[in-house]
């Protein structure tokens, strides 16, 4: 028997559930890298790191994080190594599973691993340029906050490929005085780029009176925004009205950057609570995969 649509609406999908913290990946200050190092270490301890790491890297990376307590997290600098170590890594499992969930996979701690920082921390006082070769990124990016931006782009939109992410920049930037909105156009992009790893279909809209995407395979509706006021809440409300009304969607998600900050993300999620709206969902651009994949399931499940 299948579910009535006030139960479907009693379990519906919330940004609080969905997908990782916004300190996975991006850094803005000191605590995001004691969270995330703390995040990590509670993975690879449980059942599912202990299966992938042995117990002497599961100790040596325990032992790290014990340094980093005695001595404090803020202007740490091996455990800001550490952290930015940890999300280029995250980037690349993201890149290569699609996305990721820690409670399914976890990360594989190198062998060695404290040594790994403490060069990375004295990469810059390192009077031997002989002794260890830098990575193209590496000598194209030193800033590490930087790099794991880059390697996350590189591998989401450019395939591995960074002469072509390179290319891309400067053609951006050439076109950067003449074309739409950036901000709107890069989230757009970013959500049309993971529809299309799931291989579902997208329709473009555009279209003042419904929303940016609509993915006909699952009923989403997608509104796509990169600033909202409390004057934009009416139109908002009013063009997820209609589309649920034209449309018949089961599912609306109103798309936000990942920069957005939590006092902001909050406020806008006031519309999601308020049930207005009641199959909205608020997220940040980042959990949108998981966001996708978890309707997904839904859907199956019925």
Request: proline share 3%; glycine share 4%.
């Amino acid at each position: 028997m299948k579910p009535t649509i006030k139960n479907k609406q009693a379990r519906r999908l919330s940004a609080t559930t969905l997908g990782t913290p916004i300190y996975h990946r991006r850094r803005r200050d000191w605590r995001d890298d004691q969270y995330l190092i703390e995040d990590i270490l509670k993975n690879i301890a449980g059942n599912n790191g202990a299966k992938q790491n042995s117990p002497q890297r599961i100790k040596s990376f325990r032992n790290l994080v014990s340094e980093f307590e005695s001595k404090g997290f803020q202007a740490n600098e091996k455990a800001f190594s550490l952290a930015m170590w940890i999300r280029e890594e995250l980037a690349k499992l993201a890149a290569d599973k699609g996305s990721y969930d820690l409670r399914v996979h976890s990360l594989v701690i190198p062998p060695g691993l404290a040594r790994i920082i403490t060069a990375r921390c004295n990469r810059s006082l390192n009077h031997k340029p002989q002794a260890e070769k830098k990575s193209l990124l590496e000598e194209l990016f030193p800033d590490s906050e930087i790099r794991s931006h880059v390697l996350e782009r590189v591998q989401l939109f450019h395939k591995g490929n960074l002469l072509s992410y390179l290319h891309s920049l400067v053609r951006n930037e050439r076109n950067s005085l003449t074309r739409e909105s950036a901000t709107i156009m890069d989230l757009i992009h970013v959500c049309e780029e993971k529809l299309k790893r799931r291989k579902l279909k997208t329709v473009s809209n555009f279209n003042a009176h419904e929303v940016d995407l609509w993915v006909p395979g699952l009923s989403l509706g997608i509104e796509i925004r990169d600033a909202l006021s409390s004057s934009d809440n009416g139109e908002l409300i009013s063009i997820l009205k209609n589309t649920n009304s034209s449309k018949k969607a089961r599912f609306l998600a109103l798309v936000c950057p990942d920069d957005l900050s939590d006092l902001l993300f909050h406020k806008w999620r006031e519309i999601e609570r308020s049930m207005v709206v009641p199959n909205l969902c608020v997220i940040r651009v980042g959990d949108f995969g998981s966001y996708l994949d978890k309707i997904s399931d839904d859907l199956q499940g019925e």
